[in-house]
Every structure is written in C-alpha cells, then in structure tokens.
C-alpha cells in the first residue's frame, strides 16, 4: 500500500498524525508528512484511518 | 423566477439560519435545507447546504472571500489573518500555525487539567451548578489569559467585551454602538499591553507574535493589535459554545455518557463526533467576488454566502449514517472546524480543552442532568446556551 499527500490540499487539520502517527507526522505549522509513502502490511489499518480521516481529501492511496 | 433557476431555492425568511444555531434540532432543518445545493435568501444571502458543495466554496478562497464579507465586528482595520485574503493571508498562517500546532498545544494539557479540577472543586460538593457560566465560560478565558501572559483580573473585561463585540444586547443601533465601543476598548487595551511588554519583555504567545518576521520586517504594533483582537472574539466563545452542546447532550443522553465515563479511550473519536452533530459555529460567511457558481447554481459577484458546515456535516447524501449520533465514529472526516486556508487557526487548542474538559469532568461528577424544568435555549449565531443548570450527587 502507497500514500500519496497533496501538500496544496493540506491545511493542518492534523487528523492524520494523530490517529496514526506510525505512518504521518507534522512539520512546524501542523501540517501532514509522510513518514514512509510504501506502508507496510501492519501499518495498513493506521494508514486507512488517516487517509479517510482527512477533510479536505490531501491523502490518497496510490495503490 | 425560481423554476428557471436553477436548482436555486428561494426562501423569504431569514430566521431558518438562526434556526441552524438555536433549535434543539439543527439537523431537521438542515435536512430541509439540502433538498437544494444554494438556498436564497433575497437581500441576504445564498446558504451553500451540502457536503460537496460547501467544500468546494471552502477551497475557493479567492473566489469565495473572507476579505469582502465586510462583517462588523467593531474592528477598524481587517482581523488578522481571518479578513485577510491570500497571499498575504498565507504569510501570517506562516508565523502563527506553528504557534497553534498541536505539539505545541499539548504542553498546556497540565495547565487545562489543574484548571479543570479547580472550576469542578468550586461546584462538586454543591451537588448542582450552572454549567454555562461555572465552567464553559471561565475554562477557555482563563486557559486564553495564561497564554497571552494577561493576568487574570482582567477576565470579567474580557468577557463583557466578546459579550458586546459578538451577541450586543438592543437594537440594531445600540448594537453596533456597543460594538464599536467595545472594540475601541480592545484596541486600547492590546495598546497599553504592547508597550508594557516593550519595556519588560515576557515569555508567552504574545511575546512569540511580536518577536515574529514578515518577509525580513518585524509586525508592527497595529498587526499585533490585529491578531490579538481576533483571538479574544474567536478563541473565547467557541470553546464556550461547544462545551454548552456537548455537556447539554450527555446530560440528556445518559447511554452516551456512559460511553465515556466508561472507556476514557473513546474520548478523541467522541470530541470529534461531537464537533461534528452538534456543529458549535453551524455557518461560516463569505463574500463572492465574481460571478461564479455551486451545485449547478450561478452566483453573482457581490454575493453574501453563507457555507454551512453543520449541514455538510449531517450531509447523509454524501456519507451514509451521518444522520446518528456515534460517539465511536471511524472515519469521521467532518468539517466543524471549516475548511481551506481559514481552517480554525485554535482548532489544536480546543481540541486539548475539549477532551481535557470531557475526561476530567466525569472522572470526578460521572452522574448528572439538567435540573428538573429547565428548557434549554440556545443563542443564534454560534450555538450555546444562556444557562445550563445541571444537577448531580453531591461530592464529597
């Protein structure tokens, strides 16, 4: 599984790192980053979460 | 006209948008609203009610201006950065989001919890209090003071300001004098701290803001004046407001509440389920400023729009289920906070109150209600309530 972050969409709402912070992290102003694009299997579900936790739809599987 | 209009509702009345703040249902009558993309309200404005449609407005900053809204707020100048449009509106989130973010924000959680317990001590042996103005209104001023560094006698200050500056008691007339007057004060105020803190520097957010660059040049006293005039209206009341909602709920609610006294681990997802039903700040305003359109429906320049996030947020069109109250929702991608460029810059810091106030609260008061009789009656605008009297077992 890949994740893919559009930095644009970002506006820090800090969904993502909160409810996995195995797989995003923040930079100084909250906003997301990916800590690895290539999520292995046991960070799957972590993952899932922070991608459809986000509201302005920034996080996306690649495939 | 309003067949060849299309899909564009036209409503006479203004009052279904106050109905959005103070009804004991705000969904129903956003679940009315939805049956189309853009309501009109002639001479008003357009309410944008569905998912889709208020995050396409949210994300067109440009087209959909915070700038242009033009809203009296007793201000002189534009409040930074919230009537400020991009780009330079990305400069200021530039210097205050890493002052705001969430790492930051959590090194206050001993500070929110001390509090927490001192606001519970003063009422928990009493077996009653009025949770309104008891504990959701001193939580957030008080937790706002600490942070700017002011002292604490200056909080009942504080709070008649943001009392005159956001829901003004008379007529329209009285009420934009009590505005004005109201903000003459806080520029005064901010004025005499600002020299204050020149003369003895401090260690706080405030200091933080002064000491911050833009492009090369340090902010000048009127753009500190600037922010800190737009925390005392936005940082005080939404807290507020939402703590109103959110313990009104539980107490009429006791499965709900049950959840939480029971697993503290579902307190996050809980926070945010109640972000999302309740929708504290049900509407936020923009100004169009060209022609433009949402949901099939055109809009003209010069539009006064309302994007209701409490309708997008019970949207279940766009997400099945939305429709209930689940304090363990997964993935509850809702839009409470807004969206786009203004996202709530606060939205770390009310979060920490929240869940802070929600796990402290019924670890030491677990059983309560509203006190027999009371009818709850929430404000317009931005949903709280006047009074919240709860009753409970006395601690000993």
């Known amino acids: ?63 | 006209m309003a067949a060849e209009d299309a899909n564009a509702a036209i409503v006479p009345e203004a009052e279904v948008v106050m109905e959005l703040a103070t009804s004991t249902d705000p969904r129903a009558v956003a679940r009315t609203l939805r049956e189309q993309p853009v309501v009109q309200i002639p001479d008003m404005f357009s309410l944008v009610t569905r998912r889709h449609d208020v995050e396409d407005a949210l994300r067109q900053s440009s087209v959909f201006s915070w700038g242009a809204v033009g809203m009296d707020l007793g201000n002189v100048r534009p409040l930074i950065p919230l009537q400020i449009d991009p780009p330079k509106h990305v400069k200021y989130r530039r210097i205050l989001d890493p002052l705001f973010a969430p790492k930051r924000m959590a090194e206050l959680e001993p500070d929110v919890v001390a509090l927490v317990g001192e606001l519970v001590g003063r009422f928990s042996s009493r077996g009653s209090c009025d949770f309104h103005e008891e504990f959701a209104v001193p939580l957030p001023c008080t937790v706002f003071l600490r942070l700017l560094g002011l002292p604490y006698s200056d909080l009942d200050l504080f709070l008649s300001l943001k009392d005159d500056i956001i829901r003004p008691a008379g007529d329209l007339d009285e009420q934009a004098r009590r505005r004005r007057k109201a903000g003459d004060t806080v520029y005064e105020y901010f004025g005499k701290v600002l020299e204050q803190r020149r003369v003895h520097p401090t260690d706080d957010l405030l200091a933080r803001i002064i000491a911050s660059e833009l492009d090369g040049e340090q902010l000048t006293d009127e753009e500190v004046m600037d922010i800190s005039y737009l925390f005392l209206i936005a940082g005080l009341d939404t807290v507020t407001d939402s703590l109103d909602c959110f313990f009104a709920l539980l107490a009429q609610e006791p499965e709900h509440r049950r959840l939480v006294v029971d697993d503290e681990a579902v307190i996050p997802s809980a926070v945010e389920e109640l972000l999302r039903w309740e929708s504290p700040v049900p509407a936020v305003p923009r100004r169009t400023v060209q022609d433009t359109e949402i949901g099939g429906c055109p809009i003209p320049a010069g539009e006064q729009v309302m994007i209701l996030l409490g309708s997008a947020n019970t949207d279940h069109d766009a997400h099945p289920g939305l429709d209930r109250l689940d304090l363990t929702r997964s993935p509850n991608p809702h839009l409470a906070f807004g969206g786009g460029v203004h996202r709530c810059l606060g939205s770390h810091l009310a979060r920490l109150e929240l869940r802070v106030a929600l796990r402290e609260f019924h670890r030491l008061i677990p059983d309560y209600a509203l006190a027999p009789g009371t009818e709850l009656q929430y404000t317009p605008g931005l949903r709280s309530l006047h009074t919240l009297p709860l009753v409970f077992e006395p601690v000993a």
């Open chain 1, 1 to 63: 599984m890949r994740v893919r972050l559009d930095a644009e969409a970002c506006q820090g709402h800090g969904r993502c790192y909160m409810l996995a912070p195995a797989v995003f992290d923040s930079d100084d102003l909250g906003h997301c980053v990916v800590l690895t694009e290539s999520v292995a299997p046991e960070y799957e579900d972590a993952a899932r979460q922070g991608v459809e936790n986000c509201p302005e739809r920034a996080l996306s599987f690649a495939d």
